[in-house]
């Protein structure tokens, strides 16, 4: 079974920085993704797409922080990264990283796999 493991969340202050990670620890499915990506969750609202990476490196972020966040991989340690900058209180959310086998899944709600989730809170 696909195991997405997060980490690297905690508090910040607002204008602070967080690196989110996330391993993919079964190489038998990490080798067929096409896409992860990272995806959050605040109380009360919908999941939505943070950000998200292909195998040929194309990114995509969301506008909310398109400038802020930056998205990578390394393939040698199949681990996903996000860096997060200039952090506002509105970041605040549950983090999850996303993987799939079909390309622009992991910029959508029916990506297949699914981590458990890193906690994210900005305080002003």
């Known amino acids: 079974q696909a195991q997405l493991v997060e980490s690297g969340g905690g508090s910040v202050q607002a204008g602070g920085s967080l690196r989110l990670s996330c391993v993919a620890s079964?190489?038998?499915?990490?080798?067929?993704?096409?896409?992860m990506g990272w995806f959050r969750q605040a109380p009360g609202k919908e999941r939505e797409g943070v950000a998200s990476?292909?195998?040929?490196?194309?990114?995509w972020y969301a506008n909310s922080v398109a400038g802020r966040f930056t998205i990578s991989k390394d393939n040698a340690k199949n681990t996903l990264y996000l860096q997060m900058n200039s952090l506002k209180p509105e970041d605040t959310a549950m983090y999850y990283c996303?993987?799939?086998?079909?390309?622009?899944?992991?910029?959508?709600?029916?990506?297949?796999?699914w981590g458990q989730g890193t906690q994210v809170t900005v305080s002003s």
């Open positions: 990476i292909d195998t040929d490196g194309t990114t």
């Open positions: 996303v993987a799939d086998r079909v390309l622009g899944y992991c910029s959508s709600p029916r990506a297949s796999y």
């Open positions: 079964d190489y038998s499915y990490s080798r067929s993704y096409a896409c």
